[in-house]
């Protein structure tokens, strides 16, 4: 028998669980007696359906480091064209390099598009021609250094 808590299938979000991710998303620290007084329910309420979300994969629970904190002072989006056959080949690869934080196969006119923080330009260009450019498969490149990040929310 399928479980439900509070008659919400566990496949589907109701109003409630809308309103503890959204709670969680402003700030992650949060109280769920805080989430339980806007919605003027028990705070046991909102811990199990907060360890319900969590175990169906709806939220995944991590710390967001502050890279220019960090000093990772330049971040860049690099475009990379692939061997065809190669291309998850490739990501794979790249997915182990430290400077890389986000790698997404797409369509059009990059295969992968890849975000990198480093701590300075000199290091993102010994990233691009020592790291990147020696792995097979890789065709060519480009880099969009970023200037300013002027939104960044975290889904």
């Given at each position: 028998?399928e ?8 496949d ?18 949060v ?11 028990s ?6 359906r ?6 169906l994969g ?31 080949d ?5 997915a182990?390099?430290d400077?890389?934080?986000y ?5 059009g ?14 290091d ?6 020592e ?9 060519e ?15």
């Open positions: 028998m479980s439900n808590i509070g008659n919400t299938p566990r589907k979000l109701d109003d409630i669980d809308r309103h503890i991710i959204n709670a969680l998303r402003s700030d992650g620290r109280a769920f007696a805080q989430i339980a007084e806007q919605l003027n329910v705070p046991g309420m909102i811990r199990q907060y360890n319900r979300l969590v175990d709806y939220l995944k629970v991590v710390a967001v480091a502050n890279p220019m904190l960090m000093g990772k002072r330049t971040m860049a989006m690099v475009g990379i064209r692939t061997d065809g056959r190669k291309m998850m490739v990501a794979n690869k790249l182990r390099f400077e890389v934080v790698i997404v196969a797409t369509s006119g990059y295969d992968l598009m890849l975000e990198v923080f480093c701590r300075d330009n000199e993102l260009l010994t990233f691009m021609t790291k990147l450019a020696k792995v097979d498969g890789v065709r490149t480009e880099s969009f250094i970023y200037l300013k990040i002027v939104k960044e929310i975290y889904f």
